[in-house]
């Protein structure tokens, strides 16, 4: 009987990293200290490891930065498309603080650029609503979708433009236009 315990304890503990090691390698990622990320590493540290509200080391330097954190990440096997608490990866997090090069280095790593949250937001829909023009071209340069519509709570059924236009930001606008976007009153009046 202890045999069979001592298997299922030792399985369990197989794919877990060092508790004390993960958040010190969290922490590390916040504050975009590259040293502290690679002895965190070092001491064990499981890279996709999360804290208490889902986010890992990837979320935090996503959001962050530096960007090298972030590269050091994906070279250790960090996923690319892990989602937090409310659904949000780490492509969300640099979309939504306009890290254009983090985005860039995310979505050619394979981070997918049409993700949806627990709200079906779309990193596009978080660049937009923040105002981050570059994020913005860059997404829709990658494949995003211009007119997905989110769908929970007040904001359902809006899309990009909707929030570009939200927060009366013309350029964004413009640009979402430019490249098909409609807004959701548009698509529903198309029957989309």
């Known amino acids: 009987m202890r045999h069979i315990l001592f298997t299922i304890i030792s399985v369990v503990l197989v794919g877990c990293g060092n508790p004390k090691s993960d958040i010190a390698l969290i922490n590390a990622a916040k504050r975009g200290n590259i040293e502290a990320v690679k002895s965190a590493l070092a001491d064990g540290a499981d890279m996709n490891a999360n804290d208490a509200d889902g986010w890992t080391a990837l979320h935090q330097s996503a959001f962050y930065g530096p960007k090298e954190v972030v590269e050091l990440l994906i070279t250790r096997g960090a996923n690319l498309n892990a989602k937090e608490k409310d659904g949000w990866t780490p492509l969300d997090q640099a979309a939504y603080g306009g890290n254009k090069e983090i985005a860039e280095l995310l979505i050619t790593k ?15 829909h978080h660049a937009s609503i923040k105002g981050h023009k570059e994020v913005v071209e860059l997404l829709i340069l990658r494949g995003a979708d211009v007119n997905a519509k989110v769908a929970f709570g007040s904001k359902r059924g809006l899309t990009s433009l909707d929030a570009a236009n939200e927060i009366k930001n013309p350029e964004i606008s413009g640009l979402l236009r430019k490249h098909g976007g409609k807004t959701g009153l548009e698509l529903k009046a198309e029957g989309k």
């Open 110 to 124: 394979g981070a997918d650029v049409n993700t949806k949250n627990n709200r079906e937001m779309t990193p596009l």
